[in-house]
């Protein structure tokens, strides 16, 4: 149950900080370099390699967790 709550947390973190994002696209100002990263088709590099770092981030994230968890439990027994 404890552990469910810090996935609850976690995951209500994760979405109010992805409702938060449009607030950050109010600048009408155009930005130059995405434009043409846009036009020469790259952005979507960058948004995989983004992609692919952030999900190295949180499966590792993941990982530390579960060995933390492991670890207390043998601590407590």
Do not use: C, H
């Amino acid at each position: 149950m404890k552990m469910l709550k810090k996935y609850a947390a976690s995951l209500l973190a994760f979405f109010w900080l992805l409702l938060s994002i449009p607030a950050f696209a109010q600048n009408l100002a155009e930005i130059e370099m995405a434009d043409q990263l846009r036009a020469d088709g790259k952005i979507y590099v960058v948004v995989a390699v983004l992609t692919v770092i952030l999900a190295g981030i949180l499966v590792f994230l993941f990982m530390l967790d579960r060995k933390l968890s492991r670890l207390e439990k043998e601590l407590k027994a």
